[in-house]
Structures are given as C-alpha cells and as structure tokens.
C-alpha cells in the first residue's frame, strides 16, 4: 500500500484505503450512478440537496439521518458492515464525502451522460484534501 493509499485510508476512517475507497464507488453504483443518487434524493424530498451538489456553486450539507432516511438503513448498514464500522459512522462518512465526489464528478454543472471515473474523482478528492 502506498503512502498516498494509506493517507486515504486514514482520512476516510476505514479499516484499510480500499474499503473506505470503494465505499462511494459501490454506493454510486448500487444507486444507478449520479443520476439515480440525485433522483433517489428527490423522491426521497431532498432534491434540493442533492442539485446542490451537482450544480456549481455551494454544496448543502446533509446530515447522517438524511442519508439514512434517502438511502435506506439497510444500504447504509451493508456499507458499514464491509468496512467494519457501526451504521452511525459510516452514515457520518457518506454524509461528508458524498457531496463532494458528486461534486467533483459533475464539474460543469451537470450530469454528463456516461460512466464517470467514480475511483479517479474519489482520488482527486482525497489528495486535494491532503495536499490542496
């Protein structure tokens, strides 16, 4: 594992970087992408939150009984079961990264039709927050 895996790791919290990694790329995927994350949050009324996200501009917040409420808690407890933390930590996690690799995944304002490089963005995040 090299330096840079190891401080992802250590900064998304998990047990070991790829876990912690994969938890937002299986999450988008499960999801149907960033289209099907930000129309789950508007069925769930959340919309405004989640175009936030996409849009440029401020990102809202959302908090972990947000996600658990939008994703469900048993998504959320399957996430925290791979990585070997409690439902509560992993729903604080996802409610902290989530905006933002939606937010580096939509640059110009907009979900862009295709697979996005979900891990490549993930990793643009992480090193922007320890080197940026």
């Known amino acids: 594992m ?8 250590q900064f998304l919290g998990g047990s070991n970087s790829e ?7 299986t999450l988008l995927e499960q999801q149907g992408g960033v289209a099907g994350v930000v129309e789950k949050f508007q069925n769930g ?10 849009a ?7 908090s972990s009984e947000q996600i658990e409420a939008v994703l469900g808690n048993e998504t959320v407890a399957g996430i925290a079961s791979k ?5 509560a930590t ?5 409610s902290s ?7 580096s995944l939509t640059p110009n304002g907009q979900i862009e039709a295709g697979s996005p490089d979900v891990m490549g963005a993930a990793m643009n995040l992480i090193k922007g927050k320890l080197f940026g």
Request: charged letters at 10%; proline letters at 6%; a negative charge.
């Open 45 to 54: 009324g959340l919309g405004e939150i989640a175009q936030s996200w996409v």
């Open 19 to 25: 876990g912690a990694m994969g938890m937002l790329s």
């Open 56 to 62: 440029s501009g401020q990102n809202l917040p959302i």
């Open 90 to 94: 992993a729903a604080g996690q996802i």
């Open 83 to 87: 990585l070997g933390i409690d439902p």
């Open 2 to 9: 090299g330096l840079l895996d190891s401080l992802a790791g």
């Open 97 to 103: 990264l989530l905006p933002q690799l939606i937010d």
